[in-house]
């Protein structure tokens, strides 16, 4: 059974930094794409970062320029680097894996940011 662990979450203060890592367990076929997701309380879900089959990142606004994907395929693990953290980058991020025909969500690590 595949399974996203999220990890790497913590609380750090306003213009700190955290890497995030995203570790895939289990065999899987094949991925199109893993990505970045964030849910702040009381918002809805709302879409980070991407990283695709060939390595094409792409960026929400919101995080442009402070957060960088990457991804281990030795390791099977994606990172999500945040610099600059915010006040407002306050949420539980979630890992997200689209494959052929399935897609699949971690469980989230929480981000707290504080002043």
């Known amino acids: 059974q595949v399974q996203l662990v999220e990890s790497g979450g913590g609380l750090v203060q306003a213009g700190g930094s955290l890497r995030l890592s995203c570790a895939v367990s289990?065999?899987?076929?094949?991925?199109?794409?893993m990505g970045w997701y964030r849910q702040a309380p009381g918002k809805q879900r709302e879409w980070i970062a991407g990283i695709g089959i060939v390595g094409t990142n792409t960026y929400a606004d919101s995080g442009k320029g402070r957060f960088t994907i990457s991804r281990d395929n030795a390791k099977n693990t994606v990172y999500l680097q945040m610099n600059s953290l915010k006040l407002e980058d306050t949420a539980v991020y979630y890992c997200k894996l689209d494959g052929v025909g399935m897609s699949l969500w971690g469980k989230g690590t929480l981000v707290n940011v504080s002043s």
């Open positions: 289990g065999f899987i076929a094949s991925i199109n794409s």
